[in-house]
Protein backbone atom coordinates (compact mmCIF):
# COMPACT_ATOMS: atom_id res chain seq x y z
CA UNK A 1 0.00 0.00 0.00
CA UNK A 2 1.44 3.03 -0.75
CA UNK A 3 1.53 6.20 1.30
CA UNK A 4 1.28 9.88 0.06
CA UNK A 5 3.86 10.31 -2.40
CA UNK A 6 4.79 13.51 -3.69
CA UNK A 7 6.94 15.27 -6.76
CA UNK A 8 9.23 16.46 -7.60
CA UNK A 9 11.55 16.32 -4.48
CA UNK A 10 13.76 19.06 -5.11
CA UNK A 11 13.21 22.32 -7.16
CA UNK A 12 15.19 24.97 -8.22
CA UNK A 13 13.27 28.74 -9.47
CA UNK A 14 14.15 32.01 -9.82
CA UNK A 15 12.18 34.96 -8.37
CA UNK A 16 9.12 35.81 -10.29
CA UNK A 17 8.63 32.76 -11.91
CA UNK A 18 5.59 29.58 -10.83
CA UNK A 19 5.88 26.36 -9.60
CA UNK A 20 3.41 23.43 -9.41
CA UNK A 21 4.17 20.68 -6.69
CA UNK A 22 2.39 17.53 -6.84
CA UNK A 23 0.80 14.82 -4.39
CA UNK A 24 -0.75 11.63 -4.30
CA UNK A 25 -2.52 10.49 -1.43
CA UNK A 26 -2.36 7.35 0.35
CA UNK A 27 -4.91 4.87 -0.95
CA UNK A 28 -8.69 5.18 0.48
CA UNK A 29 -7.74 9.07 1.30
CA UNK A 30 -9.66 11.72 0.11
CA UNK A 31 -8.58 14.44 1.99
CA UNK A 32 -5.07 16.48 0.76
CA UNK A 33 -3.70 19.28 3.05
CA UNK A 34 -0.55 21.31 2.28
CA UNK A 35 1.86 22.69 4.58
CA UNK A 36 5.33 25.17 4.34
CA UNK A 37 7.82 24.20 6.69
CA UNK A 38 10.46 26.78 6.53
CA UNK A 39 13.95 25.70 7.87
CA UNK A 40 14.01 25.06 11.52
CA UNK A 41 10.29 25.89 11.86
CA UNK A 42 7.25 23.64 12.14
CA UNK A 43 4.69 23.41 9.37
CA UNK A 44 2.40 25.93 8.27
CA UNK A 45 -0.87 25.41 6.82
CA UNK A 46 -1.61 26.60 3.53
CA UNK A 47 -5.05 24.94 2.55
CA UNK A 48 -7.19 21.88 2.42
CA UNK A 49 -9.14 20.20 -0.30
CA UNK A 50 -12.10 17.99 -0.13
CA UNK A 51 -14.39 16.66 -2.69
CA UNK A 52 -12.57 18.99 -5.45
CA UNK A 53 -13.17 21.83 -2.86
CA UNK A 54 -11.02 24.23 -1.11
CA UNK A 55 -12.63 23.19 2.60
CA UNK A 56 -10.06 25.53 4.74
CA UNK A 57 -6.95 27.93 4.20
CA UNK A 58 -4.20 29.02 6.14
CA UNK A 59 -2.77 32.59 6.31
CA UNK A 60 -1.46 32.79 2.74
CA UNK A 61 -1.61 35.13 0.17
CA UNK A 62 -3.41 34.44 -3.22
CA UNK A 63 -0.14 33.91 -5.04
CA UNK A 64 -1.06 29.89 -3.43
CA UNK A 65 -3.61 28.50 -5.52
CA UNK A 66 -4.29 24.69 -5.57
CA UNK A 67 -6.42 22.06 -7.34
CA UNK A 68 -7.30 18.69 -6.57
CA UNK A 69 -8.46 16.18 -9.16
CA UNK A 70 -11.37 13.30 -9.21
CA UNK A 71 -8.52 10.65 -8.21
CA UNK A 72 -7.82 12.61 -5.03
CA UNK A 73 -3.96 13.90 -6.16
CA UNK A 74 -4.17 17.27 -5.57
CA UNK A 75 -1.45 20.13 -6.92
CA UNK A 76 -0.58 23.44 -5.47
CA UNK A 77 0.70 26.51 -7.58
CA UNK A 78 3.21 29.56 -6.19
CA UNK A 79 3.08 32.13 -8.44
CA UNK A 80 5.24 35.16 -8.71
CA UNK A 81 7.97 33.46 -6.10
CA UNK A 82 9.36 35.35 -3.72
CA UNK A 83 12.89 34.46 -2.21
CA UNK A 84 10.74 33.67 1.42
CA UNK A 85 9.11 31.29 -0.28
CA UNK A 86 12.17 28.83 0.35
CA UNK A 87 10.83 26.00 2.29
CA UNK A 88 9.93 22.37 2.26
CA UNK A 89 6.71 21.94 1.02
CA UNK A 90 4.45 18.99 2.64
CA UNK A 91 1.32 17.38 1.74
CA UNK A 92 -0.93 15.02 4.16
CA UNK A 93 -3.93 12.85 3.34
CA UNK A 94 -6.71 11.58 5.35
CA UNK A 95 -10.27 10.80 5.13
CA UNK A 96 -13.19 13.32 5.39
CA UNK A 97 -14.90 11.46 7.61
CA UNK A 98 -14.45 10.82 11.25
CA UNK A 99 -10.87 9.91 10.95
CA UNK A 100 -8.33 12.06 12.70
CA UNK A 101 -5.26 10.58 11.18
CA UNK A 102 -3.10 12.79 8.66
CA UNK A 103 0.25 11.08 7.12
CA UNK A 104 2.62 13.11 5.46
CA UNK A 105 4.58 12.71 2.40
CA UNK A 106 8.18 13.13 2.14
CA UNK A 107 8.07 16.63 0.86
CA UNK A 108 9.41 18.87 -1.99
CA UNK A 109 12.41 20.89 -0.88
CA UNK A 110 11.80 24.73 -2.78
CA UNK A 111 14.56 26.70 -3.45
CA UNK A 112 14.12 30.38 -4.95
CA UNK A 113 17.59 32.49 -5.83
CA UNK B 1 -4.68 32.41 17.40
CA UNK B 2 -3.87 28.84 18.02
CA UNK B 3 -0.18 28.69 19.39
CA UNK B 4 1.87 25.74 20.03
CA UNK B 5 4.98 25.89 22.28
CA UNK B 6 7.76 23.72 22.93
CA UNK B 7 11.18 23.60 23.93
CA UNK B 8 13.72 23.64 21.39
CA UNK B 9 16.47 20.73 22.58
CA UNK B 10 16.41 17.57 24.37
CA UNK B 11 19.73 15.53 24.98
CA UNK B 12 19.58 12.10 26.84
CA UNK B 13 21.93 9.06 27.00
CA UNK B 14 20.72 5.50 25.48
CA UNK B 15 18.79 3.85 27.87
CA UNK B 16 17.11 6.43 29.26
CA UNK B 17 13.72 7.98 29.03
CA UNK B 18 12.79 11.03 27.02
CA UNK B 19 10.47 13.85 28.02
CA UNK B 20 9.55 16.71 25.33
CA UNK B 21 6.78 18.59 26.39
CA UNK B 22 4.30 20.81 24.60
CA UNK B 23 1.69 23.61 25.97
CA UNK B 24 -0.81 24.90 23.69
CA UNK B 25 -3.41 27.62 23.50
CA UNK B 26 -6.73 26.53 21.84
CA UNK B 27 -8.85 24.71 24.39
CA UNK B 28 -11.37 23.43 21.35
CA UNK B 29 -8.34 21.03 20.05
CA UNK B 30 -10.15 18.16 20.16
CA UNK B 31 -6.99 15.80 19.27
CA UNK B 32 -3.20 16.14 19.73
CA UNK B 33 -0.44 14.27 17.94
CA UNK B 34 3.16 13.89 18.17
CA UNK B 35 4.72 13.63 14.70
CA UNK B 36 8.82 12.64 14.17
CA UNK B 37 11.23 14.22 11.36
CA UNK B 38 14.26 12.71 10.85
CA UNK B 39 17.06 14.85 8.62
CA UNK B 40 15.33 15.75 5.09
CA UNK B 41 12.50 13.56 5.64
CA UNK B 42 8.46 14.10 5.95
CA UNK B 43 6.69 13.90 8.92
CA UNK B 44 5.82 10.20 10.84
CA UNK B 45 2.86 10.10 12.99
CA UNK B 46 3.69 8.52 16.30
CA UNK B 47 0.81 8.29 18.09
CA UNK B 48 -2.25 10.77 18.79
CA UNK B 49 -4.86 11.30 21.93
CA UNK B 50 -8.11 12.63 22.12
CA UNK B 51 -8.81 15.55 24.42
CA UNK B 52 -11.29 13.48 26.83
CA UNK B 53 -8.47 11.58 27.86
CA UNK B 54 -5.40 11.83 30.07
CA UNK B 55 -3.08 9.02 29.15
CA UNK B 56 -2.03 7.11 25.85
CA UNK B 57 0.06 4.36 25.84
CA UNK B 58 1.57 2.85 22.83
CA UNK B 59 4.80 0.58 23.13
CA UNK B 60 7.82 2.37 24.26
CA UNK B 61 5.66 5.61 23.95
CA UNK B 62 3.49 7.39 26.79
CA UNK B 63 1.40 10.28 26.06
CA UNK B 64 0.11 12.37 29.01
CA UNK B 65 -2.77 15.35 28.53
CA UNK B 66 -3.26 18.07 30.91
CA UNK B 67 -6.12 19.77 29.51
CA UNK B 68 -6.35 22.18 32.41
CA UNK B 69 -2.69 23.53 31.90
CA UNK B 70 -3.04 22.94 28.34
CA UNK B 71 0.28 20.56 28.84
CA UNK B 72 0.75 17.45 26.82
CA UNK B 73 4.23 15.23 27.05
CA UNK B 74 5.42 12.57 25.34
CA UNK B 75 7.65 9.65 27.41
CA UNK B 76 9.81 7.83 25.08
CA UNK B 77 10.69 4.84 27.15
CA UNK B 78 14.17 2.87 26.48
CA UNK B 79 15.43 5.76 24.44
CA UNK B 80 17.48 4.64 21.66
CA UNK B 81 19.96 6.09 19.28
CA UNK B 82 17.19 5.73 16.27
CA UNK B 83 14.74 7.81 18.22
CA UNK B 84 16.97 10.75 17.35
CA UNK B 85 15.00 13.62 15.23
CA UNK B 86 12.96 16.75 15.44
CA UNK B 87 9.64 15.81 17.53
CA UNK B 88 6.26 18.16 16.89
CA UNK B 89 3.43 18.71 18.90
CA UNK B 90 0.55 19.78 17.21
CA UNK B 91 -3.27 20.24 17.66
CA UNK B 92 -6.18 19.64 15.52
CA UNK B 93 -8.45 22.63 15.70
CA UNK B 94 -11.18 21.81 13.49
CA UNK B 95 -11.58 19.96 10.00
CA UNK B 96 -8.40 18.16 10.23
CA UNK B 97 -5.98 21.90 10.40
CA UNK B 98 -3.26 21.20 12.50
CA UNK B 99 -1.29 23.82 14.01
CA UNK B 100 2.55 22.88 15.08
CA UNK B 101 5.03 23.75 17.70
CA UNK B 102 8.05 24.29 15.97
CA UNK B 103 9.49 21.01 17.37
CA UNK B 104 12.20 19.63 19.44
CA UNK B 105 15.63 17.99 18.43
CA UNK B 106 15.79 14.98 20.45
CA UNK B 107 19.91 13.96 20.30
CA UNK B 108 20.61 10.53 21.92
CA UNK B 109 23.87 9.76 22.63
CA UNK B 110 25.41 6.25 23.33
Known amino acids: DAGVTQSPTHLIKTRGQQVTLRCSPK?????VSWYQQALGQGPQFIFQ???????QRGNFPDRFSGHQFPNYSSELNVNALLLGDSALYLC????????????FGPGTRLTVT | GEDVEQSLFLSVREGDSSVINCTYT??????LYWYKQEPGAGLQLLTY?????DMKQDQRLTVLLNKKDKHLSLRIADTQTGDSAIYFC??????????FGTGTRLLVSP
Open chain 1, 92 to 103: ASSTGGASYEQY
Open chain 1, 27 to 31: SGHDT
Open chain 1, 49 to 55: YYEEEER
Open chain 2, 26 to 31: DSSSTY
Open chain 2, 49 to 53: IFSNM
Open chain 2, 90 to 99: ACNTGFQKLV
